[in-house]
Every structure is written in structure tokens, then in C-alpha cells.
């Protein structure tokens, strides 16, 4: 033991010599992540600023490519029983945590059991909820971890369970609530093992400062299996929230990649950069909601209907924006797995404006309003320039039918609160999809679950409700022909938005900016990319 | 924000010298002191185009060809064009700049005027009342105030942003509130000298309320550090808006304030310049010229030069 | 004088104890919470991470909860940077935002005496207009906007300076935000200095000193400056709490940690431990602040007595 640890001590000392040595031609990549992340522990995690560290320094069994498709991780390998329900993964040889302990199945299965424990409240436990017992396990109806469907068979095998087919579920894997967490070191330092003096990672980097407010900075990690080709040596992972000065710092050389960049300057950057700005698909809809609890205006579907077809869509993406956003009729975004071929798209879409705002107009009349009894609704949005031009646009779009709109914006937390609690007529909303599937945008529209006598709405925050609906989606989750799974979805979508269940604005795209310092990158539709793949020329 | 400008200190010397004399002091803006203004040439000039940009910014709504929310579906952010009457330009959102440049004015002065009067009202009233009972009652209300002085308002002006939401007028009513501090204590000091005059004894004598002896003895007095407390506090006010703006916390759209204009024009200074040229140069305007006229009015007001 | 400075940090002690109430509550009473995110929680979620931060408890308790944590010095966590707790961020966050104002002071103080000086001197001549003009433009051009305007010459147009973040020990990356912080401080120094200075210089002694057939420069030097200075380091208190609380533009255009940025982006999360740990932070500096200016004022001024 002694021996082992000397040569340890010996191998660390001499790793450690060559970085030094190495240190004066290291490649660092400055990396604008925008906001601070909340946290470090893939548990407690909730967004993109926080993926893009935590992704470099811990790895699931599965991992993501360059063009972020699901490929082998920390499994090797993995078989799939016949009905689509139990996954055996086997890890590969080696693999192991900064601190030189071994990354076992044990580990995964403690890191769902975690993932799943009601005290821990994981933000996005729900994404891993196609797992045996998940669901019931989080809500506390079932104590027992052990019935949850993750096993190991051995240190190298683990068995994963699920309620049902699900064809995403390779792909959910990736996500980082399926990350393996180190046993050993939750179970001695509890939450604090996230502190970057306790941190250890089994990814490509690992995270050794943490500048709240400035940056999180991470190295590469010499015992990752993929070492060898791993090309950045440190990163800088910055914080800033200003995008016009992160594209200033971009443009003195401070940053080699921005990950959003302020949409009037895009012209400017194509002019003057070309080649740098992407602007690419991105699976996700940016929508507004409108309350249809009983009692509200908005339950009136004529209402509805005159809101949704009157906004003149095309205008939006190229001219408010700047970015060419592509307009969005339905609720499923282009480029969805899993999914029908021909899209949802409404007749009204191609009629004439001229002629939906008469149709428009005569709705608001059989409503009951007109020039006589206006209708004034109240519009929330949370703080942001984007925002706040499409709420202005929808305005004046909408004054022409004779709906005066007060606009109101307040900040995020704010304004989701009043969303939740009902407080509101027509708000802002957006969804990035979590996983490639059209189950996930879908589900926003299903009907509240009955908790004890008050109804949980989730992210329905316009309390749509249509049993048909939610028929097909119930049906769709157990249906194992991808196909004919499809099809009830797309019959899904179609009811509700022959119902104006919300107003879909236009389809999310991502804005990179990269240097061409910069090569490795791949635009992709969930706008992931690891760092382990770039590499970077002076 | 006290401290902002350094109003304080301009205040306190001010108000140090008015201690400094006996007899009737700090009169209105009498005639000597309003041809000693008016021979101050910088004084003149900023009054002058000062009064021309409030008027503007009070007719030109009417004249100008576009409403300050109207949308021009066909001029999206677009540079001034004479033909279609876009004279500034256009935002992203293809409204007139011109247009918003006068709405944004209009509510910066609004603003800075409501939240100086909410603070020259709560200032008088609370020094007067210190500074005529006096005793305890005074010893306690100042020690009160000076330690007001060490809260942060900033921060302070940022929790009532985020507690009431973005409604203007009552933004601009807290920010009164917590503005009157340097008022008060003039005032204070004021009626600690005025109340030990014979005209005031004799008021007392017959029966007088207190109050009414405020009102009419003391008040009238105050003139003079009023009005150089409300010139260097309309600035101090302009430039607290456009940092809330800058931070997301302004007024609701579609209105909106100089500040909120220079904190969306900032970003695209490259590109679109006409968004934040216009407003920048009014506001810079706004402020030199009010500068010159508080530093005219100290002069004039000079209670030493009589 | 020592018994009146002990007699001020006393007094202070209640009212900052009804500042810190009246935060607490205000904060409370706002709508929104630290967990409203672009995304519903789920029920279950939400009552753990409310229970765990203590939220479920009835708002009166969770007030003594907090305040009996304050007694024993403990901030409480952040609720939104789950790696860290209040104390913490304020320990990483406090020294660069000092740093910034202190430079920024020291900087500006010396730059706005000297620019006074001289405009006093050569009064309503050419070098007075200069000066009051690139004085005021720091004044009244809002400091975000300056910052962004320098970041875009500076740092991306003539590339002499970084255009933001920070690294260690690093002058370079203090210039710009420093000259933003303090341009309007020797704006406002230099313009207390100009007025007290032509006041001095008119006043009977001066020309009591000047006709005795001193030189003018000796007459400045020898007998004005000194009174002159005293409004002056009267406004020295305020003026760097202004600093220190007016740096938050500063560090969010460059990129910097610094409390200021800490406190807005709190105010917005709702992260209430965030909030009121930096308030009570800027309270007791601008305490401290206003006592030794008072201190040095009366050193400076033999008129002045505490008793």
C-alpha cells in the first residue's frame, strides 16, 4: 500500500513538472459562459452557464460528440433488452476520479439515488423521471432507494431500468442529472464536496478556481482516458452578463468564443467578421402565454384566435431582432426527433394579412368588443431588450384590432411568480428542449396534476386543458412504434393549436461568436460543445 | 444620493455663511440678486437654453410628425431620413426617435421635479420642526438624520425598484424621501436663528400656533438654499434614473426617460449611433447648463456680498 | 474625543439594527423568490430547498433566526451561488471593490485638488474653462456609458489597455475601470476646491498677505490652501462611500467580482442573504467613514469641539 502510494506521490510530482515546463506554451481558452453559475454539483444544476462547466469536468455513461450526439462516455458499451426497457452499460477499463479513486456502478447508482432523494431537491430531477420508481421515489410515496431502477451487477456493469420504452433515453443520459457524482466524497463532506478545494471530476477538465462574478477557471485533467487528445490545456469559463461588452472583450482578444452576442450587432459582425457569428436551429420555442382560467378574457377562444393571427410573424426574427429568427406556427420545433414529417402549420398562416385582421376584427365583435367597449389586456415580460421589442411589436400589431395593451416587465423571478400564480393575461415564455424529443415542449401544454386539492400547473402557465390532449399524450408514452408514437404527438399538437393554447412566436436559434483561433466547433441544434474537442492555434 | 454632486458641502458652506450674519437673511430672490444673476453670462446662456429644451420638450410632442409608441412598420431601425419625417431616426422597434427623445425628456424632468419636491417638502417641514422645538425633540430627530446618512441609498433606491416594480411616480416619491436629509438640516439651522427674533417672540406672545409661525416667518426665509438645493438636486436625480435604467429598473414601456434611451443606445453606439447621440447630448446639455445656473444662483444668493 | 467617537458607534447600533428590520422586510414583502426561475419547480422541490434555507418557517421566526445568526457574526448562505455563503462572497468580492474605490480615491482627490487649484487661480482665464469642462463632462455623463464608451476606444479600438476582467496583480486591468470610478470624484473634488479656493483668495487675510508684498505663488501656497481645504475634506467621507457603493456600473460592464455587482444581481435574484449581508457591509464603511472624517475635521478646524 505504502509502495503504491509512493509511486504515486513520484508520478504526481513528475506530471507535475512537465505541466510546469510546459506551462509557458499552455492553451487557454477564454470562454464567455455569461452569467454565473449557481453551482457546481450536476444535481442542483439548472442551466447553460452551469452545463458548460460541469459537463468539462464530470462525464456520464454517455458523453456528447462534437455535433453533440450521444456517443460512448464513461460506458464503453451498452445492450438494450428486446421491449426497450432494461439497459445494461458496461464502464470501461481504468476510468477514474481526480483523486485517483475508481469510478464504479456503484457510484452511478448512488448519483441517482441522490439525484432522486426529495432532500436534495434537484431542480431537474423530472428529466431522469422514464427510470423505474424515479418519479415516486422523488415525491417521497417510495422511501426505499433500492426500488429505484438503477443497479449495479458488479464495478463495471450497471442495470438501468425504465417504466417504459422511451427513445430518447440514451440522449437523457447525457444530460448531467444522469452525471455520476464521487461516493466516497458525498458521503464524508456532504454538500460541500462542490467546494473547489474539495472538487473532483472524472471528465477532460478539472475546475480549479472559482471567481464569483469574474470566472470559473478549469485544468485539463491528466487521467481522463481521452487524455492524449484532449487539445485546450485550461479554460476560462467568463462571466459576463453585459453583452455588448462581452463582444467588446471579444473583439480586444480577450475571448475566443462568446455564447450569445447582442442581436443588433449582427449585421455589424457579419460585415466585419464573417465567418465568425453563428447563428444556428436551436431546439426551442419562444412563445407567449395567455391565461385561460375560468373567468379570465383569454378563456374565450375567439379572443384567442384573433391575438395569435394577427401577429405578423415574419417581421420579428430579421427586422425587431436582427437575427432572422424563423417564425413558429406550431408547438414543436423543426428538426424534433422522433417526429412526423411534415410540420404543423395552420391555414390562416398563408392567408392574406389584410384579411385575418378583418377575420380578427369580426371575432373581437362577437365577442362582444369594439370601438365602443375596447378590450385592454395587461402584457408581461421579464427584463430584456429582446423582450421588450417583441412585447412593443405585439402591441402595435395588436391595436389595429382594437385591443390596447399595457405593458409590464419585471425581473426573471418576478415575473415567472406571477406567471405560476395566474397573476397575469398575456406573458412571455420560452422553452429550450432539454432532450430531442417533441414530448418535451408538448408536455408544457398538459393538464395540471391534482396534489391534495390544489392543482399543480407546472409550466402550464396558461392552465390549458383539453382531455383529448392529454389523451394522446398519455397514449403516446407507451406506444413502442416510434412512428405511430409520432403520429399521436403531431395529433396532440394539432389539437391544441387549433385551440390558440398559446401563441408561438418564433423557433430559438443559438449565437456563437468564435474566433478562428478556434477550430473543433460544430454548430449543432442543442448548442453543446465540449471543450474537449476544440483546439486552438496562436 | 447625497454626495453625488457634493450638493452637501456646497449647501452646508452656504448655509454657514447665512448663520454667519445677524438680521433678515436668505431673503427671496430679491432684485439685487437677480441683476447680480443676470450679469453672470454662463447663468444666462444655460437659463436660456434650458428653458428651450423644456419647451420643447412640452410642445414639440404636438408638432413633431410621429407618436412617441407609433410603430413605422416600413423604417425599422433605420438613420434619420427627412423624407418620411424621422428626423433622429428610428429604434429597433421603428419608432421615431425624435419623437421618444421629446417623451424621455419630458419624463426625466418629471421625475427629477416630483422626487425634489417630495424632498424639499419632507426637508422643511422636518427641520423646521426640529429647529423650533428644539431640546429633545431636536437633539433626537438629528441624530436620526446623521445616521440616515449612513445607509447606502443606492442600495436602498434598488430594494424599492425591485419591492414596488416600475412605476415611476412612486419610484420618484422614495427617492424624494430619502433625498431630504442636507435639507433638513439647513433648514433646522435656519430656524434655530429665525425663532430667537423678536418678530417671532412676539407671534409667539399673542398666540400664534406654532405651525402657522413655521409657515409664515420661517418658511419664506428659505428661499435662497431652496432654490440652490433643488438645482443641484434635479441633476443628482437624472443621473440616478439612468443608472436604474442601466440596470433594467426604469420607467414601463412604451414611455420612457433620457436614461433608459442612453442605457439602450450605449450598446449599439457603433452601429445605430442615432440612438444615443440625441438623447446623450440633451441630457449632458440638461445637466451643464443646470450646473451653471446652481453655480449663478450660489453666487447671486451670496449672502456675504450684501 | 474619543468617548464621542465611542458615543457615535454606540447610537448607531439602533438604527442600523431598524435599517437591517426594515431590509429584511421590505425584501420579504417583494414579490418573487429566490427559486422562481425560468422554470416550475416541483412541488416537492420547492418545499425542500424552502425548508432547507429555512423559508417555511413563519416570517417573524425566520427574522430572529437571522438576527441571532448576525450576533454571532454568520451572514447566513447565498441562496443562488450554491458553492458559497455571504461571508464568503464578501470576503472575495470586498477587496476588489476597495481596491478599486481606494485607487480611485486617492487618485482623483490629488487630480481634483490640483485641477481646483489652478482653475482657482487663473479664474475665468482659459485654463479655468478647460478644466471645469473635462472636469464636468466625468461628472455628468453617466458612469456606464463612460464605461462603455473607453472599453470601446481603449480597449478594442487603440488596444492600449485590457477591456475588462481581471487578473491578478495586474495594473492594466485597473486602468479604465478606475478612470470611470474616478473622473466624476475629481470632478466633484475639483469644484469644491475651485469655489473655497476664489473664496479664500478674496478674503481680507489673503490681501492682508499679498499686500505685505508676498508673491503670489507664496500667497497661495502659505495661506490659502489650508482653509481652502476644509469643505473639501469634508466631502472626503461621502465621496468615497459614493465610491464604493457608485463602482457596481463599473464592475458589471468589465466583468469584475466586486460587491457592488454581488448586491445588484442579489436584489434581482432574490437572494436574500446576499442582499442584506452587502447592505450591512456598506452601512458599517460609511459609519466608519463619516466618523474619522468628522475626526480629521476637527483636527483640521480648532473651531470645532466634540464634547
Redesign the interface.
Known sequence: MKFTTAIQAVATAGAMALMMSTAASAVTLQLHNGG?P????PH?A?GDWENRVIGDYIEGLLTESPSAEAIAGQAESWDISEDGTVYTFHLRDGIQWSDGTPVTAGDFVFAFQRLFD??????Y??LQFPILNAEAI???EITDFNELGVKAIDDKTLEITLNASTPFFLEALTHYTAYPVPRHLVEKLG?EW???ENIVGNGPYLVKE??????VRSEKNADYYDAANVQIDEVYY?????????L??Y????FDILTDF?A??Y??LQDNMPGQAHVTPFLGIYYYVMNQQEGQVLSDIRIREALSTTIVRD?IGP????TGELPAYGWVPPGAANYVENAYHPAWADTPYEERVEHAKDLMTEAGYGPANPLTLQLRYN???NH??I???L??MWEPIGIKIE????????????L?AGDFQVGRA?WLMDYNDPSNTLDLLKTGID?GGTM????NYGRYSNAEFDALMTQASTELDLKARGQLLANAEKIAMDEFAAIPIYWYVSKDVVSPKISGFEENPKNIFRTRWLSKSE | MPGLTGKDQVLTTYANKLASLDAPKGRSLTQDALRRLARNKAAVVSIAILVLIIVTAIVGPYLVPWGYAQVDWSNIRKPPNFEVGHYLGTDQNGRDMLARVLQGTQMSLIVALVATLVSVTIGVVYGAVAGYFGGRVDAIMMRFVDIMYALPYILFVIILVVMFGRNPVLLFIGIGAIEWLTMARIVRGQTLSIKEKEFVEAARAGGVKPFTIIMRHIVPNLTGPVVIYATLTIPEIIIAESFLSYLGLGVQEPQTSLGTLISAGAPVAEVMPWLLLAPALVLVTMLFCLTYIGDGLRDALDPKDR | MLAYAFRRVLSAIPIALIAVTACFFILRLAPGGPFDGERALPPTVLANLRAHYNLDQPLIVQYFIYIWRLVQGDLGPSMVIDGFNVSQLIAIGFPFTLTMALTAFVIATVVGLLAGMVASVYQNKWPDYVLVLGVMVGVLIPNFLMAALLQLWFGVYLKWLPAGGWVNGSWMHLVLPVTVLAWPHAGRISRLMRGSMIEVLGSNYVRTARAKGLGERLVVARHAIKPALLPVVSYLGPGLSYLLTGSLAVEQVFGLPGIGKYFVTAALNRDYGVVLGTTILYMFIILALNLIVDLVYAWLDPKVRYS
Open positions: 454565473d449557481g453551482t457546481l454539483d442542483k439548472s426529495p432532500k436534495t431537491a434537484a431542480d430531477a423530472y422523488n415525491s417521497g454538500d462542490t467546494k473547489v472559482w471567481l464569483p462574478g469574474s470566472y467568463h462571466v459576463l452578463e453585459d453583452q455588448a461588452a462581452a467588446n472583450r473583439r480586444a482578444g480577450e447582442p443588433d450587432q449585421q455589424w417581421v427586422d425587431i431582432l436582427g427584463t430584456n431588450d421588450q421589442r412585447a412593443v411589436a402591441a402595435a405593458l409590464f416587465n419585471a425581473e426573471t423571478a418576478v415575473h415567472y411568480d406571477a405560476r420560452g396534489q399543480n400547473w407546472g409550466n
